[in-house]
């Protein structure tokens, strides 16, 4: 069960296309009553032996102090007979040597939140009082790096970033982190959200430069949908797996618990009902059977339902567009003709390069026992 901890309504950047509601008069934090109400009521709707995953999440963690931080994650642990793994999705705008010490002592992974090099960064995720942030960002999410801190990328992808791709993978080689590129949708105060044809399109070039660089990195959701294709395995992204409402949902300040970050539906309180009462409402059990619905009804018959699942519930207007519709199934029409050839084609080209280096480092050897 992946738990999203909608740490607090504050923000410290002023994001073009912000969806959250941040920056509001009376700032609202999660607390540590939240936190207790949350490991007493959890196991009652865990299977045996689930694993957890608490995910740090805003407004911007790192506004809470580390102090606050630590007092709450400490609480959060002591949830009995569940592996837990910590993660964090921060700006990285904040980060001190408190921070990242407390974030040692848990164990925390981080995604720093960087939308690709400084030129696209700074006209998206600008400060509050206008300035680019990109240069603080980046240097805090390499000395999480080189503290020991696992970090990992994600990438908001607009218009601006369309036809940048090679410039973005230079960056990324560069950065040598892992990454997540997450198209901007139709949410908040943006008018750069991409169409489908515009994200896959980003993709497939994406992938031919990874392709004609050799990049070796971590690259989702390039990474999965490659997996699924080649493998059959599931989507690991819940926007593309059916799971939303069944394994993983979101508490934020005053025990109100929802969906997740960008679908805005309130399930309720845990002041005011157990969360084994809202587990079993019509509405949260509405959303976990959406996509056993699509299956028998209008998705039926689509020919990469196995790599769709209906998407994600917050894009049910997208869903609904035929054109958006078409241009992920031409996407993964692609991925398993065209793109598994280009793939196929970089492999040979590898293993000859491997042999004939193999076969100079024998004809060396051999030179040598002469």
């Known amino acids: 069960m992946l738990v999203i901890l909608n740490s607090t ?8 296309y912000c969806s959250a509601k941040t920056n509001a008069s009376v700032r609202r934090d999660l607390s540590e009553d939240d936190c ?23 407004g911007e963690p790192t506004l809470l102090s580390p102090e606050q931080f630590d007092a709450m994650q400490t609480i959060l642990s002591t949830l009995a007979d569940h592996l837990q793994r910590t993660l964090m999705q921060s700006n990285a705008y904040a980060v001190t040597k408190d921070w990242i010490n407390v974030l040692l002592k848990h164990d925390v992974s981080v995604g720093v939140s960087l939308d690709g090099p400084k030129e696209t960064h700074d006209a998206a995720r600008p400060a509050i009082n206008g300035s680019g942030t990109y240069d603080l960002a980046r240097a805090n999410a390499l000395a999480l790096r080189d503290a020991g801190i696992a970090v990992s ?32 949708s139709r949410f908040g105060r943006s008018s750069e959200s991409l169409s489908g044809a515009e994200y896959y399109s980003f993709l497939i070039d994406l992938f031919k430069g990874v392709l004609k660089k050799r990049y070796s990195g ?16 599931e989507a690991t992204e819940c926007a593309y797996n059916g799971q939303c409402g069944k394994t993983f949902f979101s508490i934020g300040p005053g025990a109100e618990i929802t969906p997740c970050g960008r679908l ?16 079993q409402s019509s509405e949260w059990s509405s959303l976990r059977e959406r ?12 020919e990469i339902w196995n790599f769709c699942k209906g998407g994600c519930p917050a894009d049910e207007d997208n869903r609904l567009e035929k054109a958006e519709c078409d241009a992920k199934r031409e996407f993964f029409a692609w991925l398993r ?22 076969e100079l480092l024998r004809a060396e050897k051999d030179r040598m026992l002469v």
């Open 264 to 279: 805005k539906k309130s399930f309720g309180n845990l002041r005011d009902s157990t969360l084994y009462e809202l587990w």
């Open 291 to 302: 996509s056993d619905r699509l299956a028998a009804g209008e998705c039926r018959s689509c």
């Open 218 to 233: 971590s690259i989702q959701p390039l990474e999965w949908m490659s997996r699924s294709v080649i493998f059959d395995e």
């Open 36 to 58: 207790r109400h949350l490991v007493a009521q959890l196991p009652a709707i865990l299977k045996e032996d689930e694993p957890v995953t608490w995910l740090w999440h805003g």
């Open 153 to 184: 990328l994600l990438c908001t992808l607009d218009k601006t970033h369309i036809g940048r791709e090679e410039m973005i993978l230079d960056w990324l080689i560069e950065m040598d982190m892992p990454i997540r590129f997450n198209p901007l």
């Open 337 to 358: 003709t065209d793109g598994l050839e280009l793939y196929r084609k970089a492999l040979i080209e590898r293993k000859k390069e491997i042999r004939s280096a193999l």
């Open 9 to 16: 309504n504050a923000c410290n950047l002023g994001c073009r």
